[in-house]
C-alpha cells in the first residue's frame, strides 16, 4: 500500500523495507527536476529529518522522511537522468528505500 | 521617501521575528522590509536560513535587501571547480560562497543588490516578484528598457542580463533571491567566473553564461541607494505596509538566536566544497624541466570535496616509484585543495634523502598538481 505525507511525500512498504518517492502533485509543482541530492546508504533518518534535495526549474526543494529507518538504496538512475523524477514518479523515479523502524508510524 | 529606521528599532524586531506562540499578536501586519548593515556573504545568507526556519510568514511577507563585499555564489548543487576561478578568488580575496537555493553562478560586490522576498509556500510567485522589481526601476526612470524573461531573469535592451534569479522551498516557507547589478566591478565578474580547470566531468547544475551589464552604465545618475529605496517603495506600495526599512545586524543572537551557527556553518570548507556532487578530472599538463618537455596525466574521481581515486602518468623512473605511490596513497580520501595536497607532499618529501635534483622535481610536479584544484 502507498502511503502519502502531507508534503507529498509517499511510502510503499514491502516486507520491511520503504520505497520513498514524491507524487504527482509535488512533480507538477516542481517542474522538470534537473538534480537529485540523495543521501548516503547507512544514514538513520528520523521522521520529518531533511535526507536529500530535488532542484527544479522552479526551485530547490528539500526533501522530507516520512518515516524513522535506515537508508538501505538510493536510485543511482537518478543522477543521469534526474527527469524520472517527473516522468515515473511512482515507479522508476523511486527516491531512496529504507528499513522501518517503527511500523506504526 | 523611504524613511530608514535607526538600530533602536531592532528590539522591536525582536519581538516581530520570532514565531508567534498562542497569543501574541504582531504589531506589523502584511509586511515587513528589512535591510542587513552587514557586508559579509555568509552573514546576510544565514538570515535567509533563520528568516526561512523560525519565521512564520502565514500573516506577513518579508523583503531583505543585502549587499556583500566581493564574493562568488554559487547554487547549492554547483561544482565551484567548473564554475569560477578559484585560483584568482584566493589571490584576490574574493570569497567563496554556497548558498542553499538551486540556480547559478553569480559575483557580488558592493555594486550589487540582492533581494530575497519571503512568503509561504503556497505565496511563492517569482515572475510577480520580477515584475514587481521592473515596475519600481521604470517608475525611478521612465526611459529604462527593462523586462522578465522567462527564465526570470531580468534584461537591460533585450539583450543585457542584469538581474538572476534563484529560489528555495521549503516545509512551510519559501523564498526567492535575485541580484541586481547597479554598478559592480564587470572586468573583476568576468575573470572570476571563468574556470581555468580543464578535464572536469559532473552532473553538477550547470551556469549558463549571459552577457551583463550594469545599470548604472546606461544612467550613471543611478546608485544602489536609489535603488534599493525604489524597490522597497513599491513593495510597501503594493503589500500596503509601512514605508520604513528596518536595519538588521546578522551578528545579533538576541534578535536572531542561533545565527552565529548557520554563520559558521555556511563557512565550513564541509559545505562550500564538500557539498559537490561527485565529479571526475581527467586531464593532461607539460612539465618543462630543463632541456625536456614531460607529458604528466592525472585522472581523479572527487567525491564530496575528498579524492576517492587517483591515477597519476608519469614519464618512467622520473621520480622514484616507490614516491610516487606514496603521494598517490596520501592523495586517496584528502581533500581536492590545494593547502592539503601541498602540505602532504612537503611532508612526504621530509622522508626523503636530501638530493636537490628529487627536490626540484618533485616540487615541480607538486606545484603542478596544485594548479589542478
Same mark, same amino acid.
Given at each position: 500500500a502507498r502511503k502519502f505525507t502531507d508534503k507529498h511525500e509517499w511510502i510503499s512498504v514491502e516486507n520491511g523495507i520503504g520505497t520513498v518517492g514524491i507524487s504527482n502533485f509535488a512533480q507538477e509543482a516542481l517542474g522538470d527536476v534537473v538534480y537529485c541530492s540523495l543521501p548516503e546508504i547507512g544514514t538513520k533518518l528520523s521522521k520529518h529529518d531533511e535526507f536529500g534535495a530535488l532542484e527544479s526549474v522552479k526551485a530547490a526543494s528539500e526533501l522530507y522522511s516520512p518515516l524513522s529507518g535506515e537508508v538501505t538504496e538510493i536510485n543511482a538512475a537518478l543522477a543521469d537522468n534526474p527527469g524520472l523524477v517527473n516522468k515515473s514518479c511512482y515507479q522508476d523515479g523511486w527516491l531512496i528505500k529504507m528499513t522501518v523502524e517503527n511500523p506504526a508510524e | 521617501?523611504?524613511?530608514?529606521?535607526?538600530?533602536?528599532?531592532?528590539?522591536?524586531?525582536?519581538?516581530?521575528?520570532?514565531? =508567534?506562540? $498562542?497569543?501574541?499578536?504582531?504589531?506589523?501586519? +502584511?509586511?515587513?522590509?528589512?535591510? /542587513?548593515?552587514?557586508?559579509?556573504?555568509? @552573514?546576510?545568507?544565514?538570515?535567509?536560513?533563520?528568516?526561512?526556519?523560525?519565521?512564520?510568514?502565514?500573516?506577513?511577507?518579508?523583503?531583505?535587501?543585502?549587499?556583500?563585499? =566581493?564574493?562568488?555564489?554559487?547554487?547549492?548543487?554547483?561544482?565551484?571547480? @567548473?564554475?569560477?576561478?578559484?585560483?584568482?578568488?584566493?589571490?584576490?580575496?574574493?570569497?567563496?560562497? !554556497? !548558498?542553499?537555493?538551486? +540556480?547559478?553562478?553569480?559575483?557580488?560586490?558592493?555594486?550589487?543588490?540582492?533581494?530575497?522576498?519571503?512568503?509561504?509556500?503556497?505565496?511563492?510567485?517569482?515572475? *510577480?516578484?520580477?515584475?514587481?522589481?521592473?515596475?519600481?526601476?521604470?517608475?525611478? !526612470?521612465?526611459?529604462?528598457?527593462?523586462?522578465?524573461?522567462?527564465?526570470?531573469?531580468?534584461?537591460?535592451?533585450?539583450?543585457?542580463?542584469?538581474? +538572476?534569479?534563484? $529560489?528555495?522551498?521549503?516545509? $512551510?516557507?519559501?523564498?526567492?533571491?535575485?541580484?541586481?547589478?547597479?554598478?559592480?566591478?564587470?572586468?573583476?565578474?568576468?575573470?572570476?567566473?571563468? /574556470?581555468?580547470?580543464?578535464?572536469?566531468?559532473?552532473?553538477? %547544475? =550547470?551556469?549558463?553564461?549571459?552577457?551583463?551589464?550594469?545599470?548604472?552604465?546606461?544612467?550613471?545618475?543611478?546608485?544602489?541607494?536609489?535603488?534599493?529605496?525604489?524597490?522597497? *517603495?513599491?513593495?510597501?506600495?503594493?503589500?500596503?505596509?509601512?514605508?520604513?526599512?528596518?536595519?538588521?545586524?546578522?551578528?545579533?543572537? %538576541?534578535?536572531?538566536?542561533?545565527?552565529?551557527?548557520?554563520?559558521?556553518?555556511l563557512q565550513t570548507w564541509e559545505w562550500v566544497y564538500g557539498k559537490t556532487p561527485k565529479f571526475s578530472v581527467s586531464t593532461c599538463f607539460n612539465m618543462v624541466y630543463k632541456d625536456s618537455v614531460l607529458d604528466v596525466k592525472v585522472d581523479m574521481d572527487v567525491k564530496h570535496g575528498r579524492i576517492e581515486d587517483c591515477n597519476i602518468d608519469l614519464p618512467e623512473q622520473w621520480l622514484p616509484p616507490a614516491l610516487c605511490s606514496e603521494l598517490v596513497k596520501s592523495l586517496t580520501g584528502s581533500r581536492f585543495s590545494p593547502d592539503e595536497t601541498s602540505t602532504l607532499a612537503a611532508t612526504l618529501l621530509r622522508v626523503c634523502p636530501h638530493d636537490d635534483e628529487l627536490h626540484s622535481r618533485w616540487n615541480l610536479l607538486c606545484e603542478n598538481m596544485v594548479t589542478l584544484m
Open positions: - | 521617501m523611504v524613511l530608514q529606521s535607526s538600530l533602536k528599532n531592532c528590539l522591536h524586531l525582536s519581538c516581530i521575528l520570532r514565531t =508567534p506562540k $498562542a497569543g501574541f499578536r504582531s504589531t506589523t501586519s +502584511g509586511g515587513l522590509i528589512i535591510q /542587513s548593515v552587514s557586508n559579509d556573504v555568509y @552573514q546576510n545568507l544565514a538570515v535567509e536560513d533563520w528568516i526561512h526556519d523560525h519565521m512564520n510568514l502565514e500573516n506577513r511577507q518579508v523583503l531583505f535587501l543585502w549587499r556583500n563585499s =566581493p564574493a562568488v555564489v554559487i547554487g547549492r548543487h554547483q561544482n565551484p571547480w @567548473q564554475e569560477c576561478n578559484l585560483r584568482l578568488m584566493r589571490q584576490k580575496n574574493i570569497k567563496l560562497a !554556497r !548558498r542553499r537555493s538551486g +540556480g547559478g553562478t553569480v559575483y557580488h560586490d558592493l555594486g550589487n543588490i540582492n533581494l530575497t522576498f519571503f512568503t509561504t509556500r503556497k505565496k511563492y510567485e517569482r515572475m *510577480e516578484n520580477l515584475k514587481l522589481i521592473v515596475k519600481a526601476l521604470k517608475a525611478l !526612470r521612465p526611459q529604462l528598457d527593462v523586462h522578465v524573461t522567462d527564465r526570470y531573469d531580468i534584461l537591460l535592451d533585450r539583450q543585457y542580463k542584469i538581474s +538572476g534569479t534563484a $529560489a528555495k522551498l521549503g516545509r $512551510a516557507t519559501a523564498y526567492h533571491h535575485c541580484t541586481l547589478l547597479c554598478n559592480a566591478d564587470k572586468f573583476v565578474l568576468s575573470s572570476v567566473l571563468k /574556470s581555468p580547470y580543464k578535464g572536469l566531468k559532473s552532473n553538477a %547544475t =550547470p551556469s549558463v553564461p549571459a552577457s551583463v551589464r550594469n545599470l548604472f552604465e546606461e544612467d550613471p545618475s543611478l546608485t544602489c541607494e536609489m535603488l534599493l529605496d525604489a524597490i522597497a *517603495e513599491e513593495y510597501a506600495t503594493q503589500h500596503q505596509i509601512d514605508h520604513r526599512i528596518t536595519l538588521i545586524n546578522p551578528a545579533d543572537e %538576541t534578535v536572531f538566536p542561533g545565527i552565529s551557527k548557520k554563520t559558521k556553518e
